[in-house]
């Protein structure tokens, strides 16, 4: 018989990018970092929500790749025992940094081994369901399955003007039909080492590495997620949260 989808999940490692400054949180960032602002109505940490939605479809094993204020993060959730969970901290330094770098770091350093690596953004909120993302990406056979959502919400207005230059239509943050990701991919933690020589040890996933993956024709599939999905990114994003529709990412 083949393996039963708690037996692929079990395998699976969850890298949880949780190292940046947060630039855009500021003046909050200048005290928490990033991940750990507080959001529902028992305002635990935006990380936490995240850790909890990993761990019950049976991932047991983390890596948060971490830098700015990183004490923070790991006086919070220690070696995850608390959580039923088990924690281990990638830092990033001068030599492995950016996203990739951070990635890469916990390659090398043993944290990630051969397992399937799940991928997800310290910033991101989706429910997403990760037993069918990690069944896609083992069916699909392939290296890296990028969760992607169909359409997305211009942030500003957006305006049709004639030859003239005159405005003849204006829609306020439209959706527009578009494949767009999310900030959660699946990825074989090993076709990471092996383009170590071509992006050097900092690089970013999703501008670097994803795009040379495709340019040499590894196997990059899509997985299609058709819920909500929140990049809380910047103080605006996270002020205009609607937690009415985060509740099911909530009561994890």
């Known amino acids: 018989m083949g ?52 761990s019950k479809y049976g991932i047991k094993k983390f890596v948060f790749l971490v830098g700015y204020k990183w004490r923070q993060i790991s006086n919070y959730f220690g070696n995850g025992s608390r959580f039923g969970i088990k924690i281990s901290y ?91 990701t999310i900030g959660i991919l699946t990825i074989d933690p090993k076709v990471v080492v092996k383009v170590e020589n071509v992006l050097g040890t900092s690089f970013d996933i999703m501008s670097d590495l994803i795009p040379l993956l495709i340019k040499r024709d590894y196997n990059v599939r899509a997985y299609m997620y058709r819920g909500p999905w929140y990049d809380v990114g910047s103080l605006e994003r996270y002020q205009k949260l609607p937690e009415e529709a985060l509740e099911d990412f909530l009561r994890s």
Not at 21 to 46: C, S
Not at 118 to 141: F, K, M, Q, V
Not at 150 to 179: F, H, S, T
């Open 90 to 180: 990638s830092l990033d330094d001068n030599k492995y940094n950016n996203t990739g770098g951070a990635l890469l770091k916990a390659i090398k350093s043993g944290l990630i081994n051969d397992e399937l690596t799940l991928i997800w953004y310290g910033d991101i909120i989706a429910s997403i369901n990760i037993r069918e993302l990690i069944d896609h990406h083992i069916r699909t056979n392939a290296v890296v399955t990028l969760a992607l959502a169909e359409k997305y919400q211009v942030p500003v207005g957006v305006a049709k003007i004639n030859n003239e230059g005159r405005v003849i239509k204006l829609e306020e943050k439209p959706w527009i039909d578009v494949k767009v």
């Open 3 to 54: 393996a039963t989808m708690t037996d692929k999940t079990s395998n699976v490692i969850a890298a949880i990018l949780a190292g940046g400054e947060g630039r855009r949180f500021r003046p909050y960032t200048d005290l928490i970092p990033k991940p750990m602002v507080p959001i529902g109505p028992e305002e635990k940490p935006l990380l936490e929500h995240i850790v909890k939605w990993i």
